[in-house]
């Protein structure tokens, strides 16, 4: 449910790193709680955004979570295929329900993220 | 949360379901159990079943029963002088001002049920028994009756196999005894879904074993607070707390045929047609919005000022998109009239739809 490849934030978002590229979508855990998502609201490709900042929000019937970018950089891509397919975030969370990618200003902020353990370890303790 | 909260029989069967189990109004409840759109889609589509054993059953008696019942709520037991008739009602104070929704069951001679909203169910005992002349008899058998609902298009198909060959179910909008698998029932033909089905009363002590045999159907899917929240908004069904509460009549709240022109001698009488006579400065509408989730308490606004806020907002699973009901001012009432909702840092167009939000369902095709 956690895959070893990625990293993890405190707000349950997840992030692949490829070749100075950051993918960021929301676990499987911030999807389970969410529930059936209904609406996802991202940004526009080409601003930058900081470590912390918000970069839009995903709701469920029930709720609504605000999406927080874990590195800073230039937003090259938004997967706007969910504007039509919200239920992807849920069915496919690590795949095909990704939410942006980021050009990484400071590729060292990925040091400060957890791994799959330590995210679990804190899932863990959060419960 | 030193407060403890209350537990319906069933309590055990949501848990053992894995149901993601919430606080509402001071009793651990079910909210879902795989998706609130799953569940939706259920009752829709087959069939649902809910727990509501939370909700309050009040039972009055005697010679006066009627007379002192008609002082007490705003519709007209005259309506419902056919035994295992029910009526949709509220009660209001002298302003006005609504204590509670209700509904009303002719179950016997001289005899009355009433099924109130869990929340409400100390402040409407307390008022009933307050304005009861002696000789009423009242008795709140909330705590040993289990109340389980279900509603969806299979629902009647599911009871016709459970009950004795030859049974007939009540008529819609009427409750009458029933066995369910040998377990001594009442049936009422009543709901808050826009689907046609049943709520099923039965002793608490058999709850467990009627929740049982609705779930053994393979077209059953149980059904949490979550779906029973889309469904009830669909149907522009009010909410009590959201859509209506002390500080607002019924005219106000669209209730206006649940207080017949023609009755007086009532508890907020008067204060009703003087606000039926004027006009009601606010209205509740329905609006329908096109992105994003509204949700109690977002900004309503017309030409960029707020006119009012989001009473019940929730995503439609049948329609796809957001839907609300708000109090707005009455000049802004009317169909299809342009107004917006605050959505956090966005403003999203929301247009003033008729009710109910979704039209065809089993009861719409049931009553044409």
Known sequence: ?127 | MSEMLRRTPLAGEHIALGARMVDFAGWEMPVQYTGIIDEHTAVRTSAGVFDVCHMAEFRFWGLEAKAALQHIVTNDLDRIDELGAALYTVMCDEDGGIIDDLIVYHTGDLEYLIIANAANREVDWDWITGHLPAGVEASDESDRTALIALQGPKALGVVAELAPAGYRPPDRFHIGEATLDGVPVMLARTGYTGEDGVEVLCHASHAVAIWRLLLSFPEVTPCGLGARDTLRLEMAYPLYGSDMDRGVDPISARLGWVVPKDKTGFIGDAAIARVREEGPASTLVCLSVAEGVPRHGFPVLHEGGEVGKVASGTYSPTLGHGIATAYVPSALAAPQTPLSIGIRRKVVPASVVRPPFVTKTSLSASQD
């Open chain 1, 1 to 127: 449910m956690y895959p070893n490849d990625l990293k993890y934030d405190r707000e349950h978002e997840w992030v692949r790193v490829e070749g100075g590229v950051a993918t960021i979508g929301i676990s499987h855990f911030a999807q389970d709680q969410l529930g059936e998502v209904v609406y996802v609201d991202l940004p526009t490709a080409g601003a930058t955004i900081g470590a912390g900042e918000t970069f839009g929000e995903v709701e469920s019937v029930k709720s609504v979570s605000e999406l927080f970018c874990p590195v800073s950089g230039e937003i090259l891509d938004v997967n706007s295929a969910l504007e039509d397919a919200p239920e992807t975030v849920n069915e496919d969370p690590y795949g095909e329900g990704w939410m942006i990618t980021i050009k990484l200003s400071d590729p060292s902020e990925i040091d400060a993220l957890m791994s799959a353990a330590d995210y679990e370890a804190y899932l863990t303790e959060e419960a």
